[in-house]
Each structure stands twice: as structure tokens, then as C-alpha cells.
């Protein structure tokens, strides 16, 4: 999700002076870092669970037959022909 950046640059444009600008600028990196301050959190939340379920599947992959349904190797299986 990006933000947009709405009509800063014409405000930018029609500013008169150093003190009209720096409120707007200060308001857009805010809103910036609001932005991001939620990607961050969705992003952890999706990294958190992605890493909880494979947790669980390599946990129930983990049988004597081997993992996935492969089987396991032994030394006379991993040997060259």
C-alpha cells in the first residue's frame, strides 16, 4: 500500500515562505511514517504466522518414513552407484 502524496506539491508551489512549508512537510513525513509504522506491523504479523504454520508442518513432516514422504537416506541408499 502506498500513500499518495496528494496535492503537497502544489502546496509546495503556492507556498510564500520557509514557515508555510515546513508544517506541510512536517505532516507528510508523519503521515509517511504512519504508513510505514503499519506496513511494518502487517508484515510482522504475516512473518509470525508464515512462521508458526511451517513450524507445524515440518513438525508433522518429521515422521520414521522421512519428511514430505520422502524417504530417509541410509548409508548404503546414499552411496554411488
Given at each position: 500500500?502506498?500513500?499518495?502524496?496528494?496535492?503537497?506539491?502544489?502546496?509546495?508551489?503556492?507556498?510564500?515562505?520557509?514557515?508555510?512549508?515546513?508544517?506541510?512537510?512536517?505532516?507528510?513525513?508523519?503521515?509517511?511514517?504512519?504508513?510505514?509504522?503499519?506496513?511494518?506491523?502487517?508484515?510482522?504479523?504475516?512473518?509470525?504466522?508464515?512462521?508458526?504454520?511451517?513450524?507445524?508442518?515440518?513438525?508433522r513432516g518429521s515422521t520414521?518414513?522421512?519428511?514430505?514422504?520422502?524417504?530417509r537416506c541410509t548409508k548404503s541408499s546414499?552411496?554411488?552407484?
Open positions: 500500500m502506498f500513500c499518495r502524496p496528494s496535492n503537497l506539491p502544489k502546496k509546495i508551489v503556492q507556498t510564500k515562505d520557509i514557515q508555510e512549508l515546513v508544517p506541510m512537510q512536517t505532516e507528510f513525513l508523519r503521515s509517511q511514517m504512519r504508513a510505514l509504522s503499519e506496513q511494518v506491523k502487517d508484515l510482522s504479523e504475516t512473518v509470525s504466522k508464515a512462521a508458526s504454520d511451517g513450524k507445524k508442518t515440518f513438525v520414521d518414513e522421512g519428511r514430505a514422504g520422502y524417504p546414499s552411496k554411488a552407484a
